[in-house]
């Protein structure tokens, strides 16, 4: 397990400048990125609010706290400061990048969406994926509907936090479920709901 930076306080920025600021971005840099900043991305979209207490609940509300979500982070050679290239799954309980692959996956994750080809232009992606059954087994068909409201609370998070570290950012739906699973080589029954690639704006 990788241990990622705690010290969240790149994002302390006035709310109002960073919801002006908030927009869709779709051309990067070829600037690395930090892992301080990547840890408070995925820190935002799925993490404890606390790191000392061990039962504190997410950084985004839940249907009865279920967190049906899992984050994955596919990030290329020297794109991210400290971090090898590969798949890696953000690991709540530690903060932490449990590392799943080594490749440079994001070319495939590109093509997986469409040929959108600003996502192997960024740096990195992040990508929320669903276990719907987490939810339904406790609400019935009304979960799915709770599942994707949850997906939009981290998707928020994350092009807020993009923004108050300076970073761009793009919600991305329009993808080939079978195929970004493959990329991600997600388990049976986890569904990607998300993809953000992450990077400078250019
Ligand atoms: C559910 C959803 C799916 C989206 N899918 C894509 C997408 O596949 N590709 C893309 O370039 N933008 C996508 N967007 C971004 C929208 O195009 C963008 O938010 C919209 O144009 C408004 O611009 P703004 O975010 O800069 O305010 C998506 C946004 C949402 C909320």
């Given at each position: 397990m990788i241990n990622l930076p705690r010290?969240?306080?790149?994002?302390?920025?006035h709310l109002v400048d960073v919801l002006i600021a908030r927009k869709s971005t779709r051309q990067f840099a070829s600037r690395p990125l930090d892992l301080r900043q990547v840890a408070c991305l995925l820190w935002v979209c799925q993490?404890?609010?606390?790191?000392?207490?061990?039962s504190s609940r997410r950084n985004v509300p839940s249907a009865g706290a279920t967190y049906p979500m899992t984050t994955y982070l596919i990030c290329g050679d020297?794109?991210?400061?400290e971090l090898e290239r590969g798949l890696y799954r953000y690991d709540v309980a530690s903060h932490g990048l449990e590392p799943i692959s080594d490749g440079d996956l994001r070319d495939e994750l590109a093509n997986a969406c469409f040929s959108q080809r600003f996502i192997s232009e960024a740096p990195a992606s992040i990508v929320v994926v669903a276990d719907y059954a987490i939810t339904t087994s406790v609400y019935g068909e009304r979960g799915v509907r709770y599942v994707h409201m949850e997906a939009g609370h981290s998707g928020q998070n994350i092009y807020l936090a993009c923004t108050a570290l300076g970073l761009g950012t793009v919600a991305v739906g329009a993808f080939n479920d079978e195929a970004v699973s493959r990329v991600l080589n997600l388990p049976l029954n986890h569904e990607p709901l998300y993809v953000f690639p992450i990077g400078y704006p250019r």
């Open positions: 010290d969240m306080s790149l994002l302390k920025k993490g404890r609010r606390s790191f000392e207490k061990p020297s794109q991210v400061n």
